[in-house]
């Protein structure tokens, strides 16, 4: 059974007769007219980029600019600076416990920022650090929230898994439990009648739980604005999804609701996605999944090796033909929106901003003792007193 079960890790994915496979490159875009440094101009994505279900796909065409790919870019390179020092700081024994790393996946947090508007809302599960900084949080937050110091964005008390923002509802750390949240939280925005979406995220691994089932069928029964999301990176924790699931088509997967699934490496592909499925929830359609196939370079968390179930040539490969940042690199360059050495003081910004953020993040003090008996309940809505870890142990507010 063991050979048998290595056996099926390798086996290619079988797909319907005629069907063609996903292209998930980071750079098969091609210019349909001469890039301009002043105004818009419109690129056109790989045929491949999209697959739909019950629905059509979105626009091949796609209009950009300058400006917008090159903070792209920008932001890409900085997110995964971030999360590199995180791996640092991890290995320094300064970050204790869980950590979930997304490095590989930044066309998807940076291209569904791109895609949406500040009122939307997000949710998602603990490869959460990205999104917590590009709705509204800081590195110096995110960095200091998983060091424990008073500076993180929940005071250093909830570490990689309790960091929101007003827009942003937080890493979850309970597998799926944040896809009912979502809709919930798309349900509100509908009652409060605000035309504004919701994206509950998940990966691969979590695609099997219950709950997100009973979440999908919710949202349809009564039309929420909700884009559920799964981050398909190929492996939910150590097991490849060909193992765990038997329809990995993820996007067809939810019944009467349709579903797009867009090629999360090209971060042109990922942003033209998120508007489409913004569209369709905006617009009283109801809900609507979005799967992005993607690809984390890094194991399940920084406790794992992320070789086991996987070659070291595999990982090697999507890093040196698949990278999001490289296929962002190789427009802006093909298209001369900017050069190799415009692109390289871009990359030197984002270290120096995440090397200061870190530095500041690690003089910040721990949280005080009495700071255990804050943020637990709404200001103003306290009990008279808390009891402790022993019944001695009592707090009065």
């Avoid at 970050?95 to 940076?110: D, N, P």
């Avoid at 937080?170 to 009912?180: F, T, Y």
């Avoid at 739980?209 to 492996?235: I, R, S, T």
Wanted: aromatic residues 10%; proline residues 4%; charged residues 25%.
């Amino acid at each position: 059974m063991a050979s048998l079960a290595r056996l099926s890790t390798r086996l290619p994915r079988k797909l319907p007769l005629g069907a063609r496979a996903l292209q998930t490159s980071a750079d098969s875009t091609t210019l349909t007219e001469d890039a301009s440094h002043s105004k818009p101009f419109t690129v056109k994505l790989h045929e491949d980029s999209f697959q739909s279900h019950r629905t059509d796909t979105p626009s091949l065409e796609v209009e950009v600019s300058k400006d917008e790919l090159l903070g792209m870019y920008k932001t890409m390179t900085t997110m995964r600076r971030m999360e590199m020092a995180a791996d640092a700081l991890y290995k320094q024994k300064l970050i204790r416990g869980f950590c979930h790393l997304a490095i590989g996946q930044e066309a998807v947090s940076v291209g569904l920022e791109a895609g949406i508007t500040p009122d939307d809302r997000v949710i998602t599960a603990y490869r959460c650090h990205p999104f917590a900084v590009l709705r509204g949080g800081t590195i110096k937050g995110v960095i200091g929230e998983l060091l424990g110091r008073q500076c993180g964005m929940s005071h250093g008390k909830g570490g990689s898994m309790h960091i929101f923002t007003k827009s942003f509802f937080g890493g979850n750390g309970i597998v799926g439990a944040q896809v009912p949240v979502g809709a919930g939280i798309a349900f509100a925005q509908k009652y409060l009648e605000r035309p504004v979406a919701t994206y509950a995220m998940y990966g691969d691994g979590a695609s099997n739980q219950g709950q997100v089932f009973e979440a999908f069928n919710m949202a349809k029964l009564w039309d929420l604005p909700c884009v559920f999301v799964c981050e398909n990176n190929k492996y939910g924790m150590g097991t490849s999804a060909e193992r765990s699931s038997s329809n990995t088509e993820y996007y067809t997967r939810g019944d009467k609701i349709p579903g797009i699934q867009a090629n999360g490496m090209d971060i042109i592909a990922v942003k033209q996605a998120v508007k489409y499925t913004r569209d369709w929830v905006t617009s009283g359609k109801g809900p609507i999944l979005l799967e992005f196939v993607t690809y984390r370079y890094g194991g399940h968390s920084m406790s794992d090796p992320g070789t086991t179930y996987r070659t070291r040539e595999e990982i090697q490969r999507m890093r040196s033909t698949q990278d999001p940042i490289r296929g962002l690199q190789r427009y802006i360059e093909e298209w001369g929106l900017a050069t190799e050495e415009d692109l390289k003081k871009f990359d030197k910004e984002a270290k120096a901003e995440v090397d200061h953020a870190v530095e500041e993040a690690k003089a910040s003090p721990v949280p005080l003792e009495k700071d255990l008996w804050t943020d637990i309940y709404y200001k103003g809505t306290e009990p008279p007193y808390m009891r402790g870890r022993e019944r001695e142990e009592i707090h009065y507010y």
